[in-house]
């Protein structure tokens, strides 16, 4: 599982020009599932999506997660983010796993994010999406269940 972490201060996502999801201050991020992600590589990962401290405290030091700040999630579904560009100039995306597989994943990932008390949107898995987004800070964060556990 590899997700892209952005803060924002807003965010939303568009599907035939409306709005289908739409936060304030949280994150937006991109999801991305791969074969052999399991329900419980993503329980490890909302966990340390929940807890991660990059919203500043009163001190302005990154010290506060989206659980302290009541933060909000936007959650967009995002195959390509296990392009290979290693041959040629056309990724493949062979290690994305299919819809079949990361669709259920996906909505699993989304359903634990608001059973630990966050609100999230989402966009329409498989879509066509406009995201726009305001990045506080400017702070992203690239997590990668491969590189984590």
Request: glycine letters at 8%; a negative charge.
């Amino acid at each position: 599982m590899k997700l892209v972490i952005q803060k924002v201060s807003e965010s939303c996502v568009k599907v035939d020009n409306n709005i289908v999801g739409e936060i304030k201050q949280g994150f937006m991020i991109l999801v991305g599932i791969t074969q052999s992600d399991t329900k419980e590589l993503i329980d490890k990962m909302v966990d340390k999506v929940i807890h991660l401290r990059i919203f500043e405290d009163d001190q302005g030091k990154l010290n506060l997660s989206l659980l302290d700040i009541k933060g909000e999630i936007l959650s967009i579904s995002q195959f390509t983010l296990y392009a290979n560009c290693k041959k040629g100039r056309r990724p493949s995306f062979i290690d994305a796993a299919n819809g079949e597989i990361a669709k259920p994943l996906y909505d699993y990932f989304n359903e634990q994010l608001v059973m630990k008390g966050v609100h999230v949107e989402t966009g329409v898995f498989g879509g066509d999406m406009k995201v726009s987004l305001i990045n506080d800070g400017p702070i992203t964060v690239v997590l990668d269940s491969e590189k984590l556990f």
